[in-house]
């Protein structure tokens, strides 16, 4: 077989000229590497397929989104914490209401909340002597936006009622968490029930049992 050798002359500047260089450097052992014997005795061709450098980069990029969502502080934390925090709290009060026989009460406003007590008088009064009972102050952000007694709005001087003497009256206390800019940026609700179980939920997530 005769083989004829035709000299191509492509000008350095030119489309085809640009593109022949590369493929030129691309047919050397960098690009398409020999083939290496398997143990089968056949040839197999070292490197990666492009299927294959998409797999593992879509795996990094998994691993990288699970690395992120970890490490990102999640903002509504405080007012989650709040949330179960108030949901122990009030759980434990009808707790003691019925084991010490004595009724105790709730009353919350903006960005605090206190427990109280009836004195000898009948009259009720805050319990500022116990640590479980005493006053507490909202973390900065963490507001109480509505409770409801019944389904029925609680009233200015109104208390939640835990009484020694009958069932639990159900309940719900919506807390919320406002953004630097003043809007709601989070909710959260404390909800009790006829049972006396009180049970906690960020809004855009199931209730959960308070964990004794």
């Not at 294959?52 to 691993?63: C, D, K, N």
């Not at 800019?181 to 959960?208: H, M, N, R």
Request: aromatic share 8%; net charge positive.
């Amino acid at each position: 077989m005769i083989e004829f050798s035709i000299p191509l002359v492509v000008k350095r500047n030119s489309f085809v000229g640009r593109i022949a260089r590369p493929l030129a450097h691309c047919t050397r052992r960098a690009c398409f590497p020999r083939g290496r014997k398997t143990s089968g005795g056949g040839a197999g061709q070292s490197g990666f397929t492009l299927i294959e450098l998409l797999v593992v980069m879509v795996v990094m990029g998994v691993a990288l989104g699970l690395v992120m969502v970890q490490l990102m502080p999640d903002q509504r934390a405080p007012l989650r914490e709040e949330a179960i925090r108030l949901a122990l709290l009030l759980e434990n009060a009808g707790l003691e209401a019925r084991a010490s026989g004595r009724s105790l009460a709730w009353s919350g406003e903006k960005n605090s909340y206190r427990f109280l007590s009836k004195n000898e008088y009948g009259d009720w009064i805050r319990i500022d002597d116990d640590s479980s009972f005493r006053p507490r102050t909202l973390p900065q952000g963490v507001n109480f936006a509505e409770v409801s007694v019944e389904e029925q709005p609680l009233k200015a001087g109104e208390y939640v009622l835990f009484s020694a003497n009958s069932f639990a009256v159900p309940f719900r206390i919506r807390l919320y968490l406002s953004a630097e800019s003043g809007s709601e940026y989070g909710s959260a609700s404390v909800i009790g029930k006829s049972t006396g179980d009180v049970i906690f939920s960020l809004d855009d997530q199931p209730s959960a049992n308070v964990t004794r």
